[in-house]
């Protein structure tokens, strides 16, 4: 079965840096895409970013440009998000999606809180 697992979220101070992680486990991710999007109580699910799995191609929501960063690992199937600069408005439940193509995301991890305290 596979399943996606997000660790690294936390609280943090406006101004810090967090990293989170998502391991993929079951599968290969030769023709894959990955993602990361965020929630906040009372509001849709937003995108953040995005990788293609093989080329490595990055896409990002304009609010995140220049301080976050998506990456990726093949050998340990495990995608990543560097959060710095972070501010009061980065705090949701941050989510790991995957699927075959970007934007065309059917599996999703269980979320990870971000707190940034201003």
Not at 32 to 48: I, N, T
């Amino acid at each position: 079965q596979v399943q996606l697992v997000e660790s690294g979220g936390g609280l943090v101070q406006a101004g810090g840096s967090l990293r989170l992680s998502c391991a993929a486990s079951g599968r290969t991710f030769s023709s894959y895409a990955m993602g990361w999007f965020r929630q906040v109580p009372g509001k849709g699910r937003e995108f953040v970013a995005a990788i293609s799995w093989s080329a490595g191609t990055t896409y990002y929501v304009d609010s995140v440009k220049g301080r976050f960063t998506i990456s990726r690992d093949k050998a340990k199937n495990t995608v990543y998000l560097q959060m710095n600069s972070l501010k009061a408005e980065d705090t949701a439940v941050y989510y790991c999606a995957g699927g075959p193509g970007i934007g065309a995301y059917d599996l999703w991890g269980q979320g990870t809180q971000v707190t940034v305290s201003s």
